[in-house]
């Protein structure tokens, strides 16, 4: 496990083994409850929206657990009571916003990778800002956790033309004290996640 730190990110590589890393890849590949999702941004319109999917506690499924009480741990830090994650699946020409996942001092967002290959020449990456600049870009590395404050502003960028996948996902889960009702609100109106984990495909 080798953990860096940014000046507003921390990023964990080597936390999942190669074989957790081709499950989540085929997780994410077949899975087929993609919705379109924006990322609630003051700037959001109809050229913001990506594919997604929220999955509020306590709608988790197999995979969610499996990183939360699990993969995470490995990582010997504390890890926040998720209120909920959210899928993505950035595709060549998305225009994704950049937005804030949480509305107080202590909200906490664990972003993974999940593609089970990927080089910088395919876009993908993660920028995070203050202000007018940015302080933080992360390339989307096969299984590389990044841990920031909910209240850094950050948007995924989309993947260039040669990314030889259908998209660039990832998984982001997201501790937001004080959205704790309509967090709840919004789990009542959906499904629970039931897609086993590992996956496979028939």
Same mark, same amino acid.
């Given at each position: 496990?080798?953990?860096?730190?940014?000046?507003?990110?921390?990023?964990?590589?080597?936390?999942?083994?190669?074989?957790?890393?081709?499950?989540?890849?085929?997780?994410?590949?077949?899975?087929?409850?993609?919705?379109?999702?924006?990322? !609630?941004?003051? !700037?959001?319109? %109809?050229?913001?929206?990506?594919?997604?999917?929220?999955?509020?506690?306590?709608?988790?499924?197999?995979?969610?657990?499996?990183?939360?009480?699990?993969?995470?741990?490995?990582?010997?830090?504390?890890?926040?009571?998720?209120?909920?994650?959210?899928?993505? /699946?950035?595709?060549?020409? !998305?225009?994704? #916003?950049?937005?804030?996942?949480?509305?107080?001092? !202590? #909200? %906490?967002?664990?972003?993974?990778?999940?593609?089970? /290959?990927?080089?910088?020449?395919?876009?993908?990456?993660?920028?995070?800002?203050?202000?007018?600049?940015?302080?933080?870009?992360?390339?989307?590395?096969?299984?590389?956790?990044?841990?920031?404050?909910?209240?850094?502003?950050?948007?995924?960028?989309?993947?260039?033309?040669?990314?030889?996948? #259908?998209?660039?996902?990832?998984?982001?889960?997201?501790?937001?004290?004080?959205?704790?009702?309509?967090?709840? #609100?919004?789990?009542?109106?959906?499904?629970?996640?039931?897609?086993?984990?590992?996956?496979?495909?028939?």
């Amino acid at each position: 496990m080798d953990i860096v730190k940014y000046d507003q990110v921390m990023v964990i590589d080597d936390l999942f083994t190669c074989e957790e890393i081709l499950y989540m890849d085929t997780y994410f590949t077949h899975f087929d409850g993609w919705q379109l999702i924006f990322d !609630d941004s003051p !700037d959001d319109n %109809l050229s913001t929206y990506s594919l997604g999917r929220v999955i509020d506690h306590p709608n988790y499924g197999e995979f969610d657990y499996f990183c939360i009480n699990h993969a995470f741990l490995r990582a010997g830090i504390p890890i926040p009571a998720f209120h909920r994650v959210v899928y993505n /699946a950035f595709r060549f020409g !998305d225009s994704p #916003a950049i937005h804030c996942d949480g509305e107080e001092i !202590d #909200a %906490l967002s664990f972003l993974v990778y999940t593609n089970r /290959a990927w080089i910088p020449e395919w876009g993908g990456e993660t920028v995070f800002m203050m202000g007018d600049r940015i302080t933080d870009t992360v390339i989307p590395k096969p299984g590389r956790i990044v841990i920031f404050p909910g209240l850094v502003p950050h948007g995924g960028r989309a993947p260039t033309k040669h990314c030889p996948y #259908a998209a660039r996902y990832s998984a982001v889960f997201q501790f937001c004290p004080g959205q704790e009702e309509v967090v709840e #609100a919004h789990a009542k109106g959906q499904e629970k996640n039931r897609r086993s984990f590992p996956y496979e495909p028939k």
